[in-house]
Structures are given as C-alpha cells and as structure tokens.
C-alpha cells in the first residue's frame, strides 16, 4: 500500500493541505501566552492568621495547632508545614499533584470553619487562604515614593486611591490577578498611653479604651419623615483624626475634665510601626502585581506600562511611581533569542541536505517541512492551552532537525532511484512506498519516547508534559508532511538524472560520497569478521553507562539566570525593630553599590518579623554586567562586610521555587528537623547545624542560632490575686491593652477602613521593670500595680515556631558551594547526619527542591527504562517481531556514553534537562537502526539475500541518509550549545546531551548494529527451529 499515491497524483489538494496547516499554525501562534515555565498547576495553599500581640509560641499552640489538626483530615495533603511569629501564623499546605486545587480550596475553607471555635476568641477575624503556584513568580513590583510624604500616607494613597485606579485602569488589561501592597501598613491614629499619668489620676486602661470605643462609633439611625419628606438621621458619633480624639473625655474627676490628651499621646500614625519598605535609596511602598495563569507576561506587562501615565495622572506631584522590578525584558530576551536559534537551526539544517545532495532544488524541499511541521504545531499548542516558554520552544528547536529527518528520508530515496535512471514521476511513487512503512516505524517509536514521559506522574510529568507533547505533535506533522507534501514535490521539482549536465558541486558531491561509502564498506567488512570484538565492545558501553551515571555530578534544574536575585536579612533572635534598620542599611547600601546592580527593592519588618527582612535585587542586562547571576553572587558575598547581629542571604531567583515560596526560604535548598518531643529536638538541633556547617558542599547556611529571643514571664502569685478579686483574663486584657498595638475602634471612611491603635508610651515599654507598674483593678474598685499580685522573671524563646505535619521543626538552608553538585552534596549530607547518630525520636529529611530532586533522583532509571520498554512494544508489535526490536535497542548504549561522557569531561551537571536530552536520544539513534534493518528485511524477503548480505547492503545504501539525519539533529541542537544569552542556562545541557550523544553513537551504531543484527537472527531461527521441532513432536504424540 503506497499512502503517498493520491497525494502524488493530487498536488493542488496537497499544496492546499500544507497552506491549511500552516494558516491554522499562524493564527494560533498569536494567541499563545508566554511565560518562562509551562503553567503547572501545583496545589499549594496558604492559610494566614493572625493574632495582634501574641507570642510565637501563643500563635503556635493556641492557632496553628488547632488549624493543623482540623486542615490535616483533608485527602491527599502531600505536606504540611507551618510558621508562627510574632502575631502571625502560616500554614502551607501542598497537596498531590494530582489534586483539584479548586476541591482543595474547598475543603480547606471547610476545615477553617470547623475550627473557628478552637481558635482564640481575641482574633479581629478568620483565617484566610490563598491558592499559591511556586512556578508562577510575581511579574512586575511598583514602587512608590516620596520626600514629602509620611509612609502611612503613601500606604493610603497605595490601597485607596491608587488601588480603586488600578481596579479601573488594570481591569482592562487581561492578565493582570492579584495586587500586594507592602512596606508599610494604613495609617491610623495612635494612642501612646503615659503609665505615670494614669496612675496618678487613678485611670485604668481599659477606662480609656471603654472611652475609646464609646465615643466612635458608627451605627444606622433610621429616618424620620412627615407626609411630605423624608430625613436620613445622622450624627456626628465618628472621630476621624488625633485631633479628633485628643479632647475625647475619659471622665470626670472632683469637678475636674480628665480628657485623653492629659494621660496620652494622640497622634496621626500607621497601624504597624515595625514595617517598613524601601527602594534603592528612598523609602517606598511597593505593589507586587501577579498574573493570572496562562497569561502572556510580556502583553500583560506592556499592557500595565501602557497605563502608568495614566495611574501616575491620579497621584500627588510629590509621589513618583516606578518600576521597581519587570520579569518581561528577560522574557523577551529569552524568547527572542530562542526564536533566533530556532532561525539558525532551521539554515543549519538546510546546508546538510544541499551538502549531501549538492542540489538547490533538492535543498528545497526538506526544507520546506521545516516551517510546515512547526507552525503546524503552534495550533495544537493552543488547543492544549500551552504557552511559549524556555521548555515548548527548546521542543521547537529540537524538532527542526528531527522533523526534517523524514523528508530526508523520502528524499534520498526518491534521488537514489532517480540517480538509477527512473524519471522523478516513478522514482517517486517507488521511493515513498519503500520507506512508508520505516517512516512510520520510526516516528511511532519516536513519539512513544516522549508520550511514556506524560505516565511517569509527579513533578517531571507536570514540568515537561508542554515539552513531550509540543515534541510528539510536531513529529506528527512532519510524518503527514513527509507522506504528503514530500513526495509530490520531488515528483515535479527533481530532474532526471544526467550526470553529464551535474554541476561541479554535485560532482564532488557524489565522489565524497562514494569515497565514503567504500571506506564504510571495507570498515565494515573488517567488523564483521570479528563480531566478537564489536559485542564486546557493546557490552562494555553498557557497563561505562552505569559508571558513568554512577560518577557524573547531578542537579535538579540548571541554575537559571532570570535578571534578579532574592536577598534574605537575618537578624539574631530577639534584635528589635531600631537595630535591624542600621543592618538593613549596611545590606542595601552594599548590594547597591555593585556595578552589575540595577535597582534594590524590599521591606523590613511586617510579618515576617521585626528581625527579618526581604529584597528583590534587579540585575542589570547581562550584555551590559557580563557576569552570569551566580557570579554576581559569588562577588556580593566576598564583599559583603561583617555586620554583628545580622546576615544577608543572596541568590540568583528561580522561576521554579518549590518548598513553600519565594518569601519563607533565605537560601535555594531546605533541610528540615522534626521532633514530637521538643526537649529532644532543641537538644539535637544544634549538633545538626554544626555538622552540615563542616560540610565543604555547602554554603549560606541559614539556620536559628544563639539562646533564642529575649522574653519576660509575669509570674503571678494566683492566691492573692484571688484574694483581691482579680484573674487573669483581667491581667492578660491589661497586659493586651499596653504592649500589643491594640486595635481598639475603627474608623470608617469612604474609600477605606482606619484603626485607632492603643498601647503604652513605646518609652515605657523598654524595660520589663514597667510591666509592674501597669494597674488591674480588683473586685470592689481599687487600682493596684501588678507588681502587688506578680514578679517578672527573664527567659528565653523562640523569635519562631515551626511545625512539620503538626510536630515541631527546625529549617535549615543551604546553598551550594562553588564546583560542588547537589547529588554529592545530598549525599555528604547524609553521611554527616549518620556519623551523628540521632535518636529515633528525631526526624531529619530534606525539603523543597533538595526534596524534590531525591525523589527525581531515585526514579530516573525507572524512567528510562519505562521509555525502552514502550519502544520495544512499539517495535514489536510494527515488526511482528520479539528480536528485531532488540536489534533497534542494541544502538542506545552507545548514545548514553557518549551523553554522559560529554557531561563529565566539559564539567557540567546532570539534570532534568540532560534527562529529555537522553529521552530524545532514545528517539533518534534508534531512528538510524530502523532505516537498516528495515531494508535489510525487505531485502531477505523480496530478493532472497542471506542475512549478512542483506544487512550489508541496508548498511551501505542507508548510510547516506543515516549521516544526514544524524548531521541534522546535531546541527539543530548546536545553537542551543553555543548560546551565550538569555535563557541559555535552560538549553546548553539539551544540546551537550544531544551532540556528545550523537556524535559518539554514529560512530559505534554503524558497526553494532549489524553485528547484534547477525548474532539475534542466528538466534531467532534457532528459536524457530526449536519450536518447529517441538510443534512436529506434539502433532506426532496427538495422531
């Protein structure tokens, strides 16, 4: 059956398929997204609480514990970590992969709810949740700043003016999702109470917040109306600002007026004092804007830089807006630059074929395929809702030269038959049904490669599922091409064959070959009298194979360069908000100064605590700072001065940050300790940081050290507190009322709600002597100090807590020294922990993507074994065959020495990238052992040749094509090798895998394969005989 016959006889039809496809293709393309990764949907879910002025340890027991207990019951939570400070807690939950995230967010608001009657009665409100994808980073930060106006205000201008303008404005920008305000915090009124004051005129403080709360307050009055009219009733029951409130009557006291400005401070503020943002050298706010998955980046951002002017237009002349941070212009960089090796490829591809044919005309042809298998592919991309990122487009690049090998195929042996005297009409006919059934031999297999990889699940499913697909599609496209399109075009472009009117290329061209040929078949000759030799030889590739894997260092993903760092300030435990803001300084003044730095962002304070901080470092273009991310890195760190308290943790961001976000790990890799009996863990807990200290992988380790925070414990003497009446609800609502920023009312305005704010004298909140001062009021009305019911003792305490699946945790991260792997590193970590011998009791276990990457690790070989044995079924059931199929497979040891090889001898890693690049030589080197046997079959079938002559022959004749596919596949992933610019990080592993890979097997598969060939045939007749014999006897035994 010859499938290209009606396509032959039909070229109207066929040219009008091709322009359809290609039409189809064009649109698509321009409605795909782009983004740096595919759009994977990792079930994370944050759950966020908070409690004004409890402890860490109050937030741990008193709200994470019963949020864990009730979020633990839902299916399919993967893990479950959380973190308390000072006020907040945090709750990451990730679930299975393969979990709805949608039913996931619904269960987790239903665990919420089910918990609200454990949680502290204090709370102003509920636990939230968010939906959070670690592959999905913020794409673009504004900053706003200004010399005139206090932080609260830029902070209202931010949530109030500027967010009702971005509602407006971004609402037509589609892309755009949620918009995070930070740096700061709304401003309020605060209420800075004088202990001293009150207790001379004998005022509790909750006499001033009852006055407080009485006297703003903003309920409904109703209306009155007469036959005629109506009239809302309003009143003025709301204070609105420190003047408002300063003259407010705390009471009357022997005829005298005691108003709240005689024993307090009233004074325009912000709600949170310990917050504070800045960018470069100014004090600012920032928006974090996010996109909405499956968004295009670079159009989402245009579109929001489009309406800056107008945003800027609502904004007092004292504020400036900028761009603090921009993910696009390294996007767009990447993308052009891959759209450039895709156009450098494709040219690369095309002088292989014009080299081997020596004919333009022929040239042509398979080059034609190229564009019509990839723009073809762009419209299956978008039925599937995939992007154009750093994965799809390097399964772009790779398909230019594997997309081209089949129109090679149908074209050498369309000109083979023409060189033979057959005019370009029948030549045609002939050669493609020669080698219809061996293209699709060859693309089936091919395509079963990269479809095993959507069955292995997990994170490498979710992360190259765009990349296999985008691939397979593609090699679909060009298989219909090359049955369709080929063909006819080499029935009407060829020439007859008049070796007389050859061009001097052509002939030079010919001679090359033939040279070639005949030194192949003297070679050849030479293996096949010593086959021993050459299985020999095969065995021992296998043997290096696992050598090679066993010894090459490893890694998750290639360390990407994605324009900007993340930078973490640590503090010791217990620093206060004042002394980490002169640190803070030193860092960001520090990391400004580098001359590949071009702009620092970040805050200091807020949830993360008064003694941590956070900063996005923006990079200049790498043409202009000629340093990779990770150099610049290296530089700041042997810069960076010695700043007692404090350390700042630097690395380059990754678009793929697992582990729990961007904003809760200081270093790239998580180590986590965990213990169901405290006492143990903090006993161990150290022995641990001091043993992966002495490790020489590791670098930047960020782990809690020191005595732990400084706290006071009010010991209460509950007998005489008895006695006077007094409990301790009543000491803790005093307690409350001073030290924790208490929000005791709330002013409510037209675009926003303000608090007013009340604690004591932050002077008088200085030294743990003032907590005896404070009064309590006992049972018949007497205000006595606390000092007469209590002492205070000095202790230590967690700064935070952290829980690992409801059991208490330690964090510990790390970076990767310079030179060392994240395999030995793994495993010199390993070896550490086991030389300390830790009790049972106590857990340790990576995290995050040092997690992720021990689990990819272990199932790498499964995965590859995985992809052979589908091809082997493949090849199987084409061939009718249990032993042709090994035949084929016998080639891929060879690829994978010289793959690894090549990792190893120019110092690079292996990594999940190398791991498609062996996936893809899986594909093609077994694409070149089909072309043999395949004609070596036909050849004993149809003219009678003994096996050795027939392989012989399929070698010669095949060798042509086999050189021109394999050039084409080495030349299309050569751009991906040599590239310097964006985003080439992500695609050098691809194309060293494939070149070393493919280099080293075309020099051996050409020789084993008809070797292995030999030896499996004499096998399967021996087979045959066997059961021939056995099938005669049982037929005898039955008559």
């Known amino acids: 059956m010859n499938l ?95 979990r709805d995230i949608n039913g996931a967010a619904r269960e987790v608001q239903a665990a919420i709810n089910a918990s609200r009657n454990l949680l502290p009665s204090g709370m102003r409100s509920m636990p939230t949740y968010k939906k959070v994808n670690p592959s999905q980073a913020p794409i673009m930060v504004l900053s706003m700043t200004s010399t005139v106006l206090e932080k609260g205000q830029l902070y209202d201008l931010a949530s109030t003016i500027l967010s009702q303008s971005l509602s407006q404005s971004l609402s037509q920008v589609s892309g755009v999702g949620e918009v995070q305000i930070g740096g700061s915090s709304l401003p309020a009124v605060r209420i800075e109470l004088e202990p001293q004051m009150l207790s001379q005129y004998g005022v509790s403080l909750d006499d001033v917040r009852t006055a407080i709360t009485n006297a703003n307050v903003r309920r409904p009055k109703g209306f009155v109306e007469d036959d005629q009219h109506n009239w809302q009733v309003q009143a003025n029951d709301q204070l609105e600002g420190a003047e408002d409130y300063a003259p407010l009557i705390i009471r009357y006291q022997d005829g005298a007026t005691l108003r709240l400005k005689d024993v307090a401070k ?69 993308l052009h630059e891959a759209e450039m090796t895709l156009l450098i490829a494709v040219v690369l591809v095309v002088m292989v074929v014009f080299l081997f044919l020596g004919s333009f005309r022929a040239s042509l042809i398979p080059t034609l395929a190229v564009p019509v298998s990839l723009v073809g592919t762009f419209a299956i991309m978008h039925l599937f809702g995939f992007s154009l990122n750093n994965l799809s487009l390097m399964a772009l690049i790779l398909a230019t030269g594997l997309v081209v090998d089949d129109a090679i195929v149908v074209l050498e042996n369309i000109s083979r038959h023409i060189h033979n005297g057959l005019d370009p009409m029948k030549a045609a006919f002939l050669g493609a049904k020669e080698v219809g059934f061996t293209l699709l ?52 472009w060829l020439k007859p064959h008049d070796a007389e009117k050859d061009n001097a290329f052509q002939r030079w061209s010919e001679r090359v070959n033939d040279r070639m040929v005949a030194a192949y078949d003297r070679s050849l000759g030479w293996v096949l009298r010593h086959r021993r030799l050459t299985v020999l030889s095969l065995l021992v ?270 964090n510990i991260s790390f970076d990767l020294a310079e030179g060392a792997s994240l395999d030995k590193a793994t495993v010199a970590i390993e070896r550490a922990i086991a030389a300390i011998g830790l009790p049972s009791d106590i857990i340790s276990k990576m995290a995050g993507t040092a997690n992720a990457f021990a689990s990819t690790q272990k199932g790498q070989p499964w995965m590859i074994l995985g992809s052979l044995l589908a091809v082997y079924l493949v090849l199987g059931i084409l061939y009718e ?131 292995v060939y030999l030896y499996l045939d004499r096998l399967r007749h021996r087979f045959n005989n066997w059961r021939g014999v056995r099938t005669d006897a049982a037929l005898e035994t039955s008559l």
């Not at 004092?273 to 050298?281: A, D, M, P």
């Not at 699940?457 to 049955?483: A, D, H, M, Q």
């Open 4 to 98: 290209s016959a009606p396509f032959i006889r039909r070229p109207v039809a066929t040219v009008l398929l091709s322009l359809a496809i290609m039409l189809l293709g064009a649109v698509s393309f321009r409605l795909l997204p782009v983004a740096p990764l595919p759009n994977m949907d990792f079930p994370v879910i944050v759950v966020s609480a908070s409690l004004a002025g409890a402890s860490p340890e109050v937030m741990a027991s008193t709200v994470a514990t019963p949020l864990e207990r009730s979020l633990g019951s839902i299916a399919g939570v993967n893990t479950m970590t959380s973190n308390s400070s000072q006020g907040t807690t945090r709750i990451i939950l990730q679930f299975d992969l393969n």
């Open 266 to 334: 009233v004074s325009d503020a912000v709600e949170d004092r310990y917050n504070s943002g800045f960018y470069n050298n100014d004090r600012a706010v920032l928006l974090v804007v996010n996109r909405q998955a499956g968004a295009n980046i670079i159009e989402t951002v245009a579109q929001i830089k489009a309406q800056l002017p107008a945003l800027r237009a609502v904004l007092p002349a004292s504020v400036s807006l900028n761009i603090a941070m921009d993910r696009s212009p390294v996007i767009k960089a990447t």
């Open 441 to 492: 031999s060859m693309n089936v297999s091919l395509v079963a490669v990269f479809i095993s990889i959507l069955f292995m699940g997990g994170l490498v499913e979710s992360l190259f599922r765009e990349f296999s697909i985008t691939l397979s599609v593609s090699i679909v496209v060009s298989l219909i091409v090359s049955l369709t399109l080929t063909p006819m075009l080499c029935a009407r």
């Open 541 to 810: 590739t296998v043997i290096v194979n696992v050598a090679l894997y066993v010894v090459v260092p490893k890694t998750f993903l290639p360390q990407q360069d994605t324009g900007q760092l993340m930078g973490f300030v640590r503090g010791d435990d217990g620093l206060s908000f004042s002394v980490m803001q002169p640190k803070m300084e030193i860092f960001r003044r520090t990391v400004l100064a580098d001359p590949a730095v071009e702009s620092v962002a970040g805050f200091i304070g807020g949830s993360g605590g008064t003694n941590n901080a956070f900063m996005i470092v923006r990079l200049k273009p790498i043409a202009e700072r000629k340093l990779s991310a990770e150099k610049v890195v290296e530089r700041l760190r042997k810069n960076m001065p010695h700043v007692p308290g404090g350390r700042l943790f630097l690395a380059p961001d990754q678009d793929l940050q697992l582990g729990g976000g961007r904003e809760q790990t200081s270093s790239q890799y998580q180590y986590i300790v965990q213990s169901a009996d405290l006492a143990s863990l903090r006993l161990w807990y150290p022995k641990i940081v001091a043993a992966l200290k002495s490790i020489p992988e590791l670098t930047a380790i960020d782990a809690r050290e020191g005595r732990g925070a400084q706290q006071v414990t009010l010991v209460v003497d509950r007998d005489t507190a008895k006695r006077l009446g007094i409990d301790m609800n009543m000491v803790t609502a005093v307690l409350n009322n001073a030290y924790s920023q208490r929000q005791v009312s709330t002013i409510y305005d037209s675009l926003n709600q303000y608090k007013v704010v009340m604690e004591v004298n932050p002077k008088y909140a200085q030294d743990p002597v003032t907590l005896e001062q404070v009064q309590v009021i006992t049972a018949d009305g007497q205000r006595v100090p606390l000092s007469s019911i209590a002492h205070y003792e000095r202790s230590l305490a967690n700064d935070r807590v952290s829980h690992d699946g409801q059991f208490a945790a330690e």
């Open 881 to 1011: 065959s249990y032993i042709h199929p090994l035949t084929i497979l016998s080639t891929l040891p060879s690829a994978g020495v010289g793959a690894l090889l090549t990792i190893y001898v120019l110092g690079s890693e292996f990594s999940l990238i190398s791991l498609l690049g062996l996936f893809l030589l899986i594909g093609v080197v077994k694409k070149n052992a089909i072309m043999m046997i395949d004609l070596a079959l036909h050849l004993e079938r149809e003219q009678g040749m003994t096996p050795e002559e027939s392989i012989r022959s399929a070698c010669l004749q095949r060798l042509r094509p086999i050189l021109m596919t394999t050039m084409a596949a080495i030349l299309g992933a050569l751009p991906l090798l040599l590239s310097t610019a964006e985003g080439a990080e992500m695609r050098k592993p691809l194309g060293l895998t494939i070149i070393g890979g493919l280099i080293f097997s075309q020099v051996l598969t050409l020789y084993t394969t008809p070797v």
